[in-house]
């Protein structure tokens, strides 16, 4: 089973901040959060991640919770070519196991 | 640098054939990975190699194989086709044990 919920589908305006939530309410102490995407079923292309502080780049943000048990994906300027299949795993450093879940389809409408 | 590459992207089979899907990258990583991903979930891990010789099993690997005889190329064999094999395979690399990985196109392949 999955060890991250996240919402099946969410919408979002052009222009606007997009913020997607994933749950990982059983994350143990050295697995990181990690953020792919997947456009029109591409290889999935890696975003962020961060084991408990904020973290930014270029692409975007990730917030996570002082409990460690959710995280929010921050797009700050959401664009049509942002439109894909957002997915929130966990991996610990030393293991390359990524657990993937179903993710959240983003549709960014003009 | 291309980064990863697969072939082919496409493939058609017939149950009980065999094929080996092609995977290359040209960034001197040492881990490498196959991932089958099914219409409308996750990833999921075949099998992974940590560098040249050196492979292990993944969450789904039976009826596959793999090889590693070199840092670039990672092979995937499928000896006996079944339509439950029916997928988008992706192949990834990383510089490390990592979950930072980098992946290539996907080979669509359907058993018929």
């Known amino acids: 089973d999955a060890k991250t919920t996240q919402p099946p589908s969410m919408d979002c305006a052009e222009g606007r901040a997009a913020n997607l939530p994933c749950n990982h309410s059983?994350?143990?102490?050295?697995?990181?959060v990690y953020w792919y995407r997947q456009i029109h079923s591409q290889g999935p292309q890696y975003i962020i991640h961060?084991?408990?502080?904020?973290e930014t780049n270029e692409m975007a943000s990730l917030i996570i919770t002082e409990d460690r048990k959710s995280s929010t994906l921050i797009l700050p300027h959401a664009t049509l070519r942002d439109t894909a299949v957002y997915y929130c795993?966990?991996?610990?450093?030393?293991?390359?196991?990524?657990?993937w879940g179903a993710g959240t389809k983003l549709i960014i409408k003009p | 640098n291309a980064g990863v590459t697969q072939t082919p992207k496409f493939r058609i089979l017939k149950i009980g054939q065999s094929m080996t899907l092609q995977c290359t990258q040209d960034?001197?990583?040492?881990?490498m990975y196959w991932y089958r991903q099914d219409p409308g979930m996750g990833l999921k891990l075949i099998y992974y190699?940590?560098?040249?010789?050196?492979?292990d099993k993944g969450e789904v690997p039976n009826g596959y194989n793999v090889s590693r005889s070199t840092t670039e190329d990672f092979p995937l064999r499928l000896e006996l086709a079944a339509p439950s094999q029916t997928s988008v395979y992706f192949c990834?690399?990383?510089?490390?044990?990592?979950?930072?990985?980098?992946f290539g196109p996907g080979t669509r392949l359907t058993v018929l």
């Open positions: 990834a690399s990383s510089y490390a044990a990592s979950g930072r990985q980098f």
């Open positions: 960034m001197n990583h040492n881990y």
């Open positions: 190699s940590v560098g040249a010789g050196i492979t």
């Open positions: 059983t994350i143990s102490g050295n697995e990181y």
């Open positions: 961060g084991l408990k502080n904020n």
């Open positions: 795993t966990l991996a610990m450093d030393s293991n390359y196991q990524l657990i």
